[in-house]
């Protein structure tokens, strides 16, 4: 029963960043006759769940919308924030980013350029790195003010490049480049909101302006290409 709890608690999570959801009700504090998944027995004298992963999935969800976390080892897309632009998603193409128009109908290779996987931090387990879906082992990277995508070469330095720290942004989150704090132009700004026929999450825009990267508010977002992101 905890299982399951864990499981549409977290779902709850990706519904903040993903559908912008601000509340919800978990409505069986105990059993009633034959209603049987509450917190405790019908007695109220037993505690039928392990209350530590009850806490602990709930402080997961207050994180997300606190926009001090994203979910980890889930894929996810990052989505321009500009009015007017927000059908447009960052993805790589000859290893440097820009954003795209993705829709359900978008071919397969551009949903997945524009797709990656949240990881624990490169330089940093408790920041996050986004290592690509369709390129294990390349991760988006700061460079000369640049978000790229690169192999991890293994060196200190690149994993610096390649992590990224939540923080309480404009209503949700934003991403701080792990080896250069306070550098806007080398953070991942984020909005919640997803393109027609996903249900994922979708996250971000990189901060650093340009004609083909237009930069939003700070916020956070959700999903992309993969039978996992529903």
């Not at 007017?84 to 290779?109: A, E, F």
């Not at 390349?138 to 003010?145: G, M, V």
């Not at 991890?152 to 704090?181: Q, V």
Request: hydrophobic share 30%; charged share 25%.
């Amino acid at each position: 029963m905890t299982n399951r709890y864990v499981e549409i608690t977290r779902e709850v999570g990706r519904f903040v960043h993903s559908r912008g959801l601000s509340a919800s009700v978990y409505t069986q504090p105990y059993d009633v006759e034959n209603e049987i998944n509450g917190f405790f027995t019908y007695d109220r004298r037993i505690m039928k769940m392990t209350e530590a992963r009850v806490r602990q999935v709930n402080q997961e969800v207050l994180a997300k919308a606190n926009g001090t976390e994203v979910g980890r080892d889930e894929l996810i897309s990052l989505k321009v924030t500009t009015f007017g632009l927000t059908n447009r998603y960052l993805r790589h193409q000859d290893s440097v980013t820009r954003t795209d128009v993705v829709t359900n109908t978008s071919p397969d290779l551009l949903k997945q350029d524009s797709t990656f996987w949240a990881r624990p931090g490169l330089a940093n387990p408790s920041c996050l790195s986004f290592e690509s879906r369709n390129f294990p082992g390349e991760y988006l990277r700061h460079a000369n003010s640049v978000i790229r995508k690169d192999p991890n070469d293994g060196t200190a330095a690149f994993a610096g490049n390649a992590t990224f720290c939540a923080r309480p942004g404009l209503g949700a989150t934003a991403l701080e480049s792990h080896d250069a704090p306070g550098d806007r132009s080398s953070g991942i700004s984020t909005r919640t909101s997803t393109w027609p026929g996903r249900a994922a999450p979708t996250r971000g825009t990189p901060r650093r302006p340009s004609p083909r990267t237009p930069r939003g508010p700070r916020r956070s977002d959700g999903g992309a290409a993969d039978s996992r992101c529903r």
